[in-house]
């Protein structure tokens, strides 16, 4: 299985895009970028929508240059629009049938996922002989995503889909997500701009401004990096770490994460033992000082050392990031970003260089910010 | 048998006029409708160019319409000649004459509710159908058409009427020939001239319920639907 290139060049409105980046073949791939920076243009352009462009896409050994051998309907992907859409003419089941309908076309496939396994895990049983008219959101946006999966496409594309959920739906559809992906290995390139959706699902992540590519790579790379940071403004500026799952209480609803030798003690379950737990931390959640306090005032002390300091013009604060220290000496560096007052910073003298102590207060970490990996 | 006889030329005419108001709309069918979906989707450039010519006979007098499609369907004329390999007969005082003039004069009834219905439904639903491996026909078919069921019976119902009222052009175009170009509308015309109230009452009385009837229906229907999406 090859990768997913993609170029596209030419103006679109008022947005010019000038877009290259080879999407890896397999885990989710995030697409992120302020409004108006070509993502949705971007998805559009995949699916064949998109005329009087320069665009260059190979897939699986295509090259789809040539929307009258490749039109929209004879494209591998599975799209899920932004608005998504179901037929008011046709009833649930009737909708996802519609694309079980015209599989046939493309019989090299196999058909890998079952009907069934989208009722159970998207919980549509209820919902098959209702009308699209008188479905919630949420529910509208399950059958969308089934109905999407079951044309055993070869990528998935799905452009912003959980923007109107609630919270607790949300939660459990990046869950289905994640797991989807890893059982099947179908690719997903995944629209959004919900940090807490990045931290949660994302294994890649492409960053978009003005058309253009900004920075690439890994989600736990790229999230602690300045193009990231330039990005989504400085209040939401945040890092990722990463930990082993060591021990949890099933009673008081807490889990002790190792980060290479130091303790992070969280908020529910996020994994079972020696899971690897992936941890945003926004860094304006952070407390430092630069002595031990004896404090039982959070769960929470890591141990640093300064590695730079960003005083901000015009602003009343300044960044700083703290080399978390590894005491396991297995070379790995674990970046903690932290915003305070450029005010407390004079206060305490704080220097490159210096040994810090971080207090972090477990209730900052919410429960979106967790990916087991 | 005296009443039939009595009446028979009205009976001639009311057929004459059903048959026009069905044969019209079944080509409005094809020609009306991709023009809705073109003017609703893909013109973007052309749009208000190809929108005013669709319009104009809402507005132009039918005298002008009729007058124009003589000059242009003289036998002389290429278009005549084309028009006479078709149908066997030149277009002034011909059955096809009228269906010709009535296609042109009833399009903008059949184009316009159906272009907002089309328009309606919007893009997203037609990508989301291609997305899903349906390609262009069976988009049409599948998707389109039952989700502007409303649209396609509102033009329908109206083109339909609209012919069956048509009297301007079928006068100039058809002349009012008894048994081939004689519509309802003209013969009520013709019984005021000769003062034959009776008649006149119940041709104009027919058509007044037939009308009422209809646009009723179409009114009745579609307010229901209205309250159903709700």
Redesign the interface.
């Known amino acids: 299985m090859s990768n997913l290139s993609v170029l596209l060049k030419g103006k679109i409105g008022s947005l010019f895009l000038n877009f290259e980046h080879t999407f890896k073949n397999d885990g989710i791939n995030i697409l992120y970028g302020p409004n108006g920076s070509g993502k949705t243009t971007i998805i559009?352009a995949l699916?064949?929508?998109v005329k009087n462009i320069e665009s260059r896409i190979i897939f699986n050994g295509n090259e789809f240059k040539d929307l009258d051998k490749y039109?929209?309907?004879?494209?591998p992907?599975?799209?899920m629009?932004q608005?998504p859409?179901l037929?008011?003419?046709l009833n649930v089941e009737e909708n996802l049938d519609?694309?079980i309908k015209?599989?046939k076309?493309?019989s090299q496939k196999k058909n890998l996922i079952s009907k069934k396994y989208l009722i159970n895990h998207l919980e549509l049983t209820s919902l098959l002989k209702r009308s699209p008219?008188n479905l919630s959101g949420g529910e509208k946006l399950r059958v969308v995503l089934a109905?999407t999966i079951l044309?055993q496409p070869n990528y998935i594309l799905l452009d912003e889909p959980m923007s109107d959920l609630d919270i607790k739906y949300k939660a459990k559809l990046l869950v289905f997500l994640k797991d989807f992906n890893k059982k099947f290995k179908i690719p997903i390139l995944y629209i959004t701009h919900s940090i807490e959706e990045i931290s949660q699902i994302g294994d890649q992540i492409v960053l978009i401004k003005d058309g253009k590519k900004i920075d690439s790579g890994s989600v736990t790379n790229v999230l602690n990096r300045s193009s990231f940071v330039d990005l989504i403004g400085k209040f939401e500026i945040s890092s990722v770490l990463e930990g082993i799952v060591v021990s949890y209480d099933q009673i008081l609803r807490i889990t002790t994460l190792d980060l290479d030798g130091q303790k992070l003690i969280v908020p529910g379950l996020p994994g079972n033992l020696k899971d690897i737990v992936r941890v945003r931390i926004r860094s304006r959640d952070i407390l430092l000082s630069s002595s031990r306090l004896e404090t039982k005032i959070t769960e929470n002390e890591l141990q640093g050392i300064i590695s730079s300091i960003e005083i901000e013009d015009n602003s009343a604060f300044s960044e700083l990031v703290i080399k978390l220290k590894n005491l396991k000496n297995n070379k790995k560096i674990q970046k903690l970003r932290s915003r305070i007052t450029t005010y407390n910073l004079k206060k305490m003298k704080l220097l490159i260089n210096d040994s810090v102590f971080v207090y972090i207060s477990s209730v900052s970490i919410d429960r979106q910010a967790y990916q087991s990996i | 048998m005296d009443i039939f006889h009595h009446f028979s030329p009205d009976i001639t005419a009311i057929l004459i006029t059903l048959k026009l108001a069905v044969i019209t709309c079944f080509f409005l069918a094809l020609i009306g409708t991709p023009l809705a979906y073109f003017l609703a989707f893909k013109s973007k450039k052309t749009k208000p160019f190809i929108e005013t010519i669709v319009t104009l006979p809402l507005v132009l007098p039918p005298t002008v319409i009729g007058f124009y499609l003589i000059i242009f369907f003289s036998p002389e004329t290429t278009l005549g000649k084309i028009f006479i390999i078709l149908t066997g007969e030149q277009l002034i005082f011909s059955f096809y004459g009228l269906v010709l003039a009535s296609i042109i004069y009833s399009l903008p009834f059949w184009v316009q509710p159906l272009q907002t219905s089309f328009e309606k439904i919007g893009r997203d639903t037609i990508w989301t159908s291609y997305s899903l491996g349906a390609g262009l026909l069976d988009t049409f078919l599948n998707v389109i058409i039952p989700l502007c069921k409303k649209g396609f019976f509102t033009s329908f119902i109206i083109s339909f009427a609209h012919t069956l009222g048509e009297f301007g052009i079928v006068l100039m175009v058809g002349g009012g020939i008894h048994g081939k170009t004689k519509v309802i509308a003209i013969s009520i015309y013709d019984h005021v001239e000769q003062l034959s109230f009776e008649k006149a009452h119940i041709l104009a009385g027919g058509m007044l319920i037939l009308s009422f009837i209809i646009l009723l229906t179409l009114f009745y229907f579609n307010k229901r639907s209205v309250v159903r999406v709700k």
């Open positions: 559009s699916g064949g929508f039109p929209p309907y004879k494209r992907f599975g799209i629009f608005n859409i037929f008011e003419h519609f694309v015209r599989q076309s493309n008219e109905r044309k």
